[in-house]
């Protein structure tokens, strides 16, 4: 299947016993922006930016978001908020890309393998906020991930990418038993984000 349009939207939500997805809005500003403060050293080099900043408010927070929610309502790009089972504490963030987004275009893409960009369906980034990567949570999240693409999805050719300077997070994705795939050098940004498959 190819990556889903707003004529094929992806599906809604993704409900597990410890966490919850659905589509990010300007309405949760608040609890993301308390997930963001908590993970902004993580954020900022997962980003290779100064973002967010230590003065980043949750008004900034609410346009950034509103822009998410609506590239997600245009079926550009997907953006889930990852929240607790009451859905009242956001525990961080999903990005679900096509390959040919704009970012990724202007990119150098290097295969690592007897692999081509062209198969990818969709480019996966996800964060969690610093205190839940303490108790597994991103493990939680990337395996039920997996299994949401492959079912819910119907895409098999998923990456999911990290910076290389990130060890927790690449430590993640190897123990899952995946394997970079592909190096991504984006313009302006330090060292290479790899892709895992």
């Known amino acids: 299947m190819p990556f889903p349009t707003q004529a094929a939207p992806p599906?809604?939500?993704?409900?597990?016993?410890?966490?919850?997805?659905?589509?990010?809005?300007?309405?949760?500003?608040e609890i993301d922006h308390d997930a963001l403060m908590e993970t902004r050293d993580f954020?900022?080099?997962?980003?290779?930016t100064g973002w967010p900043a230590d003065d980043f408010s949750v008004e900034d927070n609410r346009a950034d978001l509103a822009t998410l929610e609506q590239r997600h309502a245009d079926g550009v790009a997907y953006t889930y908020t990852v929240l607790d089972p009451t859905g009242t504490r956001c525990l961080g963030c999903?990005?679900?890309m096509p390959r040919d987004a704009r970012f990724l275009a202007l990119s150098t893409i290097t295969p690592l393998a007897e692999h081509r960009w062209d198969d990818v369906e969709a480019a996966v980034y996800l964060w969690v906020r610093a205190s839940e990567q303490e108790r597994g949570t991103d493990?939680?999240?990337?395996?039920?991930?997996?299994?949401?693409?492959?079912?819910?999805w119907g895409l098999r050719r998923v990456v999911h990418v990290t910076h290389e300077d990130?060890?927790?997070?690449?430590?993640?994705?190897?123990?899952?038993?995946?394997?970079?795939?592909?190096?991504?050098?984006?313009?302006?940004?330090?060292g290479r984000y790899l892709a895992y498959g």
């Open 11 to 29: 599906p809604a939500r993704l409900v597990a016993d410890t966490l919850l997805l659905r589509p990010i809005a300007d309405a949760d500003a």
């Open 43 to 48: 954020l900022r080099v997962w980003e290779q």
């Open 94 to 96: 999903v990005y679900v």
């Open 139 to 152: 493990r939680t999240l990337l395996e039920h991930l997996r299994t949401w693409f492959a079912m819910a």
């Open 166 to 190: 990130l060890a927790q997070q690449v430590a993640l994705l190897a123990d899952a038993g995946l394997a970079p795939q592909f190096a991504i050098e984006e313009p302006g940004k330090q």
